[in-house]
């Protein structure tokens, strides 16, 4: 079963770092038909794509609202994805989806339930 | 960066009734590089439509997707209760991947 799970979120607070884990199974971590991504949503508002890595894990790319702030690894060994957040600010409160895109649809067709993050003092 | 901007904010519908939900870029991209989702309360997006127009597996044929360029819709033939939701477009052509802000719709 393609499954992707997140893990590590918390009540942080502003200027503090954290690291969100999403464990994939089910699928090769590392086929280039697939990237990862970290998709953000902050309560009561609509989805923002956050960064992707490629499936060689070469390119990555941010938003610019989490640009050297927040960056995005693998480990291929773990079939796991991170997400290393220094700096966090209170608009950086959200839940935070991992999602995979096939490249053969193009579309994100699998998604973790979540983690929810919440910065505050 | 291309900005995507659904409308409308919000759609009132009854159940059995269309509903047409429009996406428009700032700046053209291509069809293969659309995609929309339906999320519910307390839920992760689920995939609809890729590629502007193919349904993703699973979603019935009354969902279905159009457009070119810079304007898509996504329709909904007959509503039933379980489409009442939000839906996002989402372009790939280029970085940032932005998402549409999102059309609720809502049972009238």
């Known amino acids: 079963q393609v499954q992707l799970v997140e893990s590590g979120g918390g009540v942080v607070q502003p200027g503090r770092s954290l690291r969100l884990s999403c464990a994939a199974s089910g699928f090769t971590f590392t086929s280039c038909d697939y990237g990862m991504h970290w998709v953000r949503q902050a309560p009561g508002r609509g989805l923002e794509w956050v960064t992707v890595?490629?499936?060689?894990?070469?390119?990555?790319y941010y938003a610019d609202s989490v640009k050297g702030r927040f960056t995005i690894s693998r480990d291929t060994s773990k079939n796991t994805l991170y997400l290393d957040m220094n700096n966090l600010r209170a608009e950086d409160t959200a839940v935070y989806y991992c999602a995979r895109f096939d490249g053969t649809l193009s579309g994100f067709d699998i998604w973790g339930q979540g983690t929810m993050v919440t910065v505050s003092s | 960066e291309i900005v995507l901007t659904q409308s409308p904010g919000t759609l009132s519908l009854s159940p059995g009734e269309r509903a047409t939900l429009s996406c428009r870029a700032s700046?053209?991209?291509?069809?293969?590089?659309l995609a929309w989702y339906q999320q519910k309360p307390g839920q992760a997006p689920r995939l609809l439509i890729y590629?502007?127009?193919s349904r993703a597996t699973g979603i019935p044929d009354r969902f279905s997707g159009s457009g070119s360029g810079t304007d898509f819709t996504l329709t909904i033939s007959r509503l039933e209760p379980e489409d009442f939701a939000v839906y996002y477009c989402q372009q790939f052509g280029s970085s940032p991947y932005n998402f549409g802000q999102g059309t609720k719709l809502e049972i009238k």
């Open positions: 590629g502007a127009s």
């Open positions: 700046q053209s991209v291509s069809s293969t590089s």
């Open positions: 890595i490629s499936c060689d894990g070469t390119i990555k």
